[in-house]
């Protein structure tokens, strides 16, 4: 009896055929979000124009997908009453933050903005500090002194590197990038606000929707759109299929793996990036601009490792056996 008690438990623990297809979905995933990068730089069209187009298409999936899950009131499509100010705030803050990308990758090259992007890694527990009254460990204050100085290299500003070619047109879409990184910072934390209280397709609802208004808002107020030719359309439904195959291979692989792995592998995205750029578009960015995508891409590194860390020693406190506490870094 003993023995078949034995026998049955290590069955149960024995791990599952598919235990880590979560990292291959997020490997995918960060294939699907570099291209969608690659692409908006190839495309002719304007950020806006490619941003609606994009919506658009999100617009025919995540409709009858919200439907299917059972819609028995205005709540379950528009949320509780409560937090729907911050659905719109979240909305607001992705649409823009995906703007503001598309206009970085027009002006900078997509390396760069890749990089710079994932500012958001260092600005979400500064924000949280500031606005959710979070901790703020000393090592979030030194990756974010280093991410900075990343980025400081990559911008190669007059006033500290007075033998940099000036190049307005890459510090402008540098300061794109930037911006992108604090809306992006901005859309985490309000989705961290809303936490659980809806379904989690209403947020990408609000998303589609709001962008849908702005995109075509700013269309018309600028005049910026123009008629696409037949090449340039199939590019732009490359970009809306990367952009929803990304998000659900994303959502499968956060169902599979833990967050932390995700954030990890998700770094590769300024990689693959870079080594597009360099190998199909014949575009070398300068050597201090390279060294700060990768002081960036070590930051990144370095906070999902932390963050393993971390889960590994929150599972050994939950154990019978531990008696002191680890701390969390």
């Given at each position: 009896?003993?023995?078949?008690?034995?026998?049955?438990?290590?069955?149960?623990?024995?791990?599952?055929?598919?235990?880590?297809?979560?990292?291959?979905?997020?490997?995918?995933?960060?294939?699907?979000?570099?291209?969608?990068?690659?692409?908006?730089?190839?495309?002719?069209?304007?950020?806006?124009?490619?941003?609606?187009?994009?919506?658009?298409?999100?617009?025919?999936?995540?409709?009858?997908?919200?439907?299917?899950?059972?819609?028995?009131?205005?709540?379950?499509?528009?949320?509780?009453?409560?937090?729907?100010?911050?659905?719109?705030?979240?909305?607001?803050?992705?649409?823009?933050?995906?703007?503001?990308?598309?206009?970085?990758?027009?002006?900078?090259?997509?390396?760069?903005?890749?990089?710079?992007?994932?500012?958001?890694?260092?600005?979400?527990?500064?924000?949280?500090?500031?606005?959710?009254?979070?901790?703020?460990?000393?090592?979030?204050?030194?990756?974010?002194?280093?991410?900075?100085?990343?980025?400081?290299?990559?911008?190669?500003?007059?006033?500290?590197?007075?033998?940099?070619?000036?190049?307005?047109?890459?510090?402008?879409?540098?300061?794109?990038?930037?911006?992108?990184?604090?809306?992006?910072?901005?859309?985490?934390?309000?989705?961290?606000?809303?936490?659980?209280?809806?379904?989690?397709?209403?947020?990408?609802?609000?998303?589609?929707?709001?962008?849908?208004?702005?995109?075509?808002?700013?269309?018309?107020?600028?005049?910026?759109?123009?008629?696409?030719?037949?090449?340039?359309?199939?590019?732009?439904?490359?970009?809306?299929?990367?952009?929803?195959?990304?998000?659900?291979?994303?959502?499968?692989?956060?169902?599979?793996?833990?967050?932390?792995?995700?954030?990890?592998?998700?770094?590769?995205?300024?990689?693959?990036?870079?080594?597009?750029?360099?190998?199909?578009?014949?575009?070398?960015?300068?050597?201090?601009?390279?060294?700060?995508?990768?002081?960036?891409?070590?930051?990144?590194?370095?906070?999902?490792?932390?963050?393993?860390?971390?889960?590994?020693r929150s599972r050994a406190q939950n154990t019978p056996t531990d008696s002191?506490?680890?701390?969390?870094?």
């Amino acid at each position: 009896m003993l023995s078949e008690k034995v026998s049955k438990s290590t069955k149960s623990q024995k791990p599952s055929k598919y235990q880590h297809i979560g990292i291959f979905f997020m490997l995918l995933t960060c294939v699907c979000y570099s291209a969608n990068s690659i692409l908006a730089k190839v495309i002719v069209v304007g950020a806006a124009q490619i941003g609606l187009f994009r919506v658009c298409v999100m617009y025919l999936f995540v409709i009858p997908v919200l439907l299917r899950h059972g819609v028995h009131g205005v709540d379950d499509v528009l949320g509780p009453t409560h937090i729907r100010k911050i659905l719109i705030l979240r909305g607001f803050s992705g649409s823009l933050s995906g703007l503001t990308f598309y206009l970085a990758v027009k002006h900078a090259s997509p390396g760069l903005a890749t990089s710079i992007a994932f500012l958001d890694v260092v600005l979400v527990p500064i924000f949280g500090r500031i606005i959710l009254k979070e901790a703020l460990t000393p090592l979030d204050i030194v990756f974010a002194g280093v991410t900075f100085s990343g980025v400081v290299l990559i911008a190669r500003p007059p006033f500290l590197f007075p033998s940099a070619e000036g190049d307005t047109e890459n510090l402008t879409g540098i300061l794109y990038a930037i911006a992108s990184a604090v809306l992006g910072s901005f859309s985490y934390l309000l989705l961290r606000k809303i936490g659980n209280c809806v379904n989690p397709l209403v947020p990408t609802f609000y998303f589609t929707s709001v962008s849908l208004v702005l995109y075509s808002a700013i269309i018309v107020v600028t005049g910026e759109f123009e008629f696409p030719c037949l090449t340039q359309v199939g590019y732009l439904c490359l970009i809306a299929l990367c952009g929803f195959f990304g998000m659900i291979f994303l959502t499968i692989a956060l169902h599979t793996e833990r967050p932390s792995t995700i954030s990890v592998i998700n770094t590769l995205q300024i990689v693959i990036v870079l080594l597009v750029q360099i190998l199909f578009l014949h575009d070398m960015p300068p050597k201090l601009s390279i060294v700060g995508s990768c002081l960036i891409f070590s930051t990144s590194i370095c906070l999902g490792i932390r963050k393993i860390v971390n889960e590994r020693r929150s599972r050994a406190q939950n154990t019978p056996t531990d008696s002191v506490k680890a701390p969390v870094l």
